[in-house]
T-cell receptor
Framework: SQTIHQWPATLVQPVGSPLSLECTVE??????LYWYRQAAGRGLQLLFY??????ISSEVPQNLSASRPQDRQFILSSKKLLLSDSGFYLC?????????????FGPGTRLTVL | AQSVSQHNHHVILSEAASLELGCNYS??????LFWYVQYPGQHLQLLLK??????LVKGIKGFEAEFIKSKFSFNLRKPSVQWSDTAEYFC??????????FGKGTRLSVIA
């Protein structure tokens, strides 16, 4: 069966420091991969998605970036964190089933920027 | 652009009450619809999904949703809620090769 891992689970970082959040998927090949940010009362905001190695689509311009160095690995990064980057970051994967995708989510990373 | 509206931000129900959470989507073509649930301290889980066919979809834990194309709605229902249904519920739509579009979520609090 497929599983998705995210680490770290929680992270506290000072403003201006770099960020690297990692997401890996097991038990499937060539998944679509997604990074979301969840803020209270604002639902899930799609940040990036990837349909293959090295292919990244950015949905919201900001100081975050994403990379997909391997088929089942998706990394969210920042060179300099802002206070507004605090939030709950979710990684998700999907495979195409018929005419659509079903997304499955990881446990998330709680990021606090101080 | 696609959008999903969940009109209720926070719903409070007593145990055994019936539940209906509203969801309206914007896209008028072929659309795939989902409900996800996030229990406190847990990750998002898929409750149910509609691709085609019977517009009444049964999901896990006694939940169901009805796709009404004429109303652009996909409301989530449960005849009798339990305390363990306390969670945040997200409606989402997907069309073609575009990523999922989520609503802002509805927080459900079930009290004894």
């Amino acid at each position: 069966s497929q599983t998705i891992h995210q680490w770290p689970a929680t992270l506290v970082q000072p403003v201006g420091s770099p960020l690297s959040l990692e997401c890996t998927v097991e038990g499937t090949s060539n998944p679509n991969l997604y990074w979301y940010r969840q803020a209270a009362g604002r639902g899930l905001q799609l940040l990036f998605y990837s349909v293959g190695i090295g292919q990244i689509s950015s949905e919201v311009p900001q100081n975050l970036s994403a990379s997909r160095p391997q088929d089942r690995q998706f990394i969210l990064s920042s060179k300099k964190l802002l206070l507004s980057d605090s939030g709950f970051y979710l990684c998700a994967w999907s495979v195409h089933e018929g005419f659509t995708d079903t997304q499955y989510f990881g446990p998330g990373t709680r990021l606090t920027v101080l | 652009a696609q959008s999903v509206s969940q009109h209720n931000h926070h719903v409070i129900l007593s145990e055994a009450a019936s539940l209906e959470l509203g969801c309206n989507y914007s896209y008028g073509g072929t659309v795939n619809l989902f409900w996800y649930v996030q229990y406190p301290g847990q990750h998002l889980q898929l409750l149910l999904k509609y691709f085609s066919g019977d517009p009444l979809v049964k999901g896990i834990k006694g939940f169901e949703a009805e796709f009404i194309k004429s109303k652009f709605s996909f409301n989530l229902r449960k005849p009798s809620v339990q305390w363990s249904d306390t969670a945040e519920y997200f409606c989402a739509q997907h069309q073609g090769n575009t990523p999922l579009v989520f609503g802002k979520g509805t927080r459900l609090s079930v009290i004894a």
